[in-house]
């Protein structure tokens, strides 16, 4: 029966002004992202110097391009076909090979310009090759005297002498100056040998010293104390210790081609000028230079 057959019903929906869909996002996101490149174009063009923007134009001009000088500016350049093949007519050819050829004003200066650049570039790579290697010596000479004072600290015989070791750095390189104290000097009063505590405080130093490449000079000093008539001066004895000094350590190792300067300073330089009297400035000092590694014996020069 037609009363039995399921009823139908069909639902259509108009179409409103609603959703329309992402598309426009995508859009505006290329519209955002263009001009954010636009202005920092525009910024980077604005902060760039003039060099970098005669830089840039050069890097994208056509480098394959000669401009044309000619009169007529065609391809042959002013010149017609004949027998001879292209030439160029009347005879301004023979004129062009006599007349002298000009001097350009501009080029030269840019020459000059450009040895001036080329001499201030060489310089600053000079200066900075000397600031490295000065660094450099720097860090040796640092890293020197941390191994003197470490070497100080792991030998019980240096440990109890290091009041009497001075280090410090100077002008000339590291420096090691071995101090009297009061009631205990390293020489006896006259005397040109050091004492057998002077003999382990060198022996200790020359250990280290002998591990690094550097030259070495050694001098003497005294105090202001005059002298006996009989003795030697104080320049004679202050030229003695260090001989003597030198010597020890060459026992220990420290060969003559390490050594620079041996010299006898007397009482010029004392290490208190306040009281050039005081057992302090009676010393010893050993300095490594600040110089290149000496060449190995029978080396080429």
């Known amino acids: 029966m037609a009363s039995d057959r399921p009823i139908i019903i069909k639902k259509v929906k108009k179409a409103g002004h609603g959703h329309h869909g992402g598309a426009w996002k995508v859009a505006y996101a290329d519209f955002v992202t263009a001009m954010m490149a636009f202005f920092l174009l525009m910024w980077l063009i604005n902060t760039a110097s003039p060099e970098q923007k005669r830089g840039i134009a050069d890097y994208f001009a056509p480098a394959s391009v000669s401009p044309s000088t000619s009169g007529s500016g065609g391809i042959f350049g002013g010149r017609e076909f004949g027998e001879d093949g292209s030439r160029a007519s009347g005879s301004s050819a023979v004129v062009e090979r006599l007349a002298p050829q000009p001097v350009n004003v501009a080029s030269a200066d840019q020459n000059i310009d450009e040895g001036g650049a080329r001499d201030d570039s060489q310089t600053a790579a000079r200066e900075a090759i000397n600031a490295a290697l000065a660094r450099r010596e720097n860090a040796q000479l640092q ?12 030998m019980p015989e240096l440990a109890e002498l290091s009041r ?4 410090d750095q100077t002008p ?3 420096r090691i100056q071995i101090v009297d104290e009061e009631g205990r000097p390293m020489f006896a009063p006259g005397a040109t040998d050091p004492n057998p505590r002077m003999v382990t405080v060198l022996r200790g130093i020359a250990d280290v010293i002998d591990r690094l490449p550097n030259r070495i000079t050694v001098a003497g000093h005294t105090d202001a104390s005059p002298t006996p008539a009989s003795g030697p001066s104080n320049w004679e004895l202050s030229s003695a210790r260090a001989n003597a000094s030198l010597r020890v350590l060459q026992d220990r190792g420290i060969s ?3 050594v620079s300067e041996v010299r006898g300073k007397g009482a010029s330089e004392p290490l208190f000028p306040d009281d ?26």
């Open 143 to 154: 890293s020197a005297e941390m191994t003197l004072r470490q070497a100080m600290q792991e």
């Open 164 to 167: 009497h070791i001075l280090i």
């Open 172 to 174: 000339e390189g590291l």
């Open 256 to 258: 003559d081609d390490r």
């Open 276 to 301: 050039p009297y005081m057992a302090g400035n009676r010393r010893l000092s050993i300095v490594l230079l600040r110089e290149a590694p000496v060449l190995p014996p029978g080396g080429a020069l």
